[in-house]
């Protein structure tokens, strides 16, 4: 069960984009207070933590009413990681600045910016892989783990830029995506598998 703890919490730690999250968090809260900027990366972790609540638990019965099988859904997400992947690689193009009093905590940080297409399909894959009690209690422990350590990054992301620079952000955003595109292939090969299997 450890290592399915472990497997399940890098896989959806990186999935969230941690380092592509917070470059747009800082170019949207850019101006805002210290104490701005905690309530609203308090905000957006609660908010992700909700919404992946909400997937993981329905994959099943999405599954079911559009009769759609695992590995098609498999495929499906590999192909959208894939695309989130290039993004990042290439460099994303920037948010645009919040308007005075918006709450962009919700959208567009938390959807569709951290948990966005890609991430979703990969929520209601890793919902719909896990059986029993036990495995899914572990798999969801994970994934609110991995959540928590975004929130965290959000939450520390001043004392973050100071360290690793707009450059370093960079840098590690497209490392991100090259694990993404690795990610995304194994989970496209996993579907074909399924198919001829």
Same mark, same amino acid.
Request: charge should be negative; proline fraction near 6%.
């Given at each position: 069960?450890?290592?399915?703890?472990i497997n399940t919490f890098i896989k959806f730690?990186?999935?969230l984009t941690p380092f592509f999250l917070l470059t747009t968090f800082l170019s949207m809260?850019?101006?805002m207070d210290v104490t701005q900027k905690k309530k609203i990366a308090v905000k957006v972790t609660l908010s992700m933590i909700v919404i992946c609540i909400i997937l993981f638990h329905i994959g099943n019965q999405i599954f079911a009413v559009f009769g759609i099988t695992l590995d098609s859904f498999r495929i499906g997400t590999g192909i959208l990681l894939i695309l989130s992947a290039i993004t990042l690689v290439q460099g994303p193009r920037g948010m645009q600045a919040?308007?005075?009093g918006e709450d962009i905590s919700v959208v567009p940080l938390a959807i569709p910016v951290a948990v966005?297409?890609?991430?979703?399909?990969a929520l209601l894959v890793m919902g719909g892989? $896990? !059986?029993? /009690?036990?495995e899914k209690a572990?798999? $969801? !422990?994970? /994934?609110?783990t991995a959540l928590l350590c975004v929130g965290? /990054?959000?939450f520390l992301s001043g004392l973050i830029e100071r360290i690793v620079k707009v450059r370093g952000l960079t840098i590690l955003s497209k490392i991100t995506g090259l694990i993404l595109a690795a990610l995304a292939a194994q989970m496209i090969m996993t579907g074909i598998a399924g198919f001829l299997g």
């Open positions: 069960m450890s290592g399915l703890f730690f990186f999935l809260t850019r101006g919040p308007a005075e966005g297409p890609a991430t979703i399909g892989e $896990l !059986s029993g /009690i036990n572990v798999g $969801l !422990s994970a /994934i609110v965290l /990054i959000l």
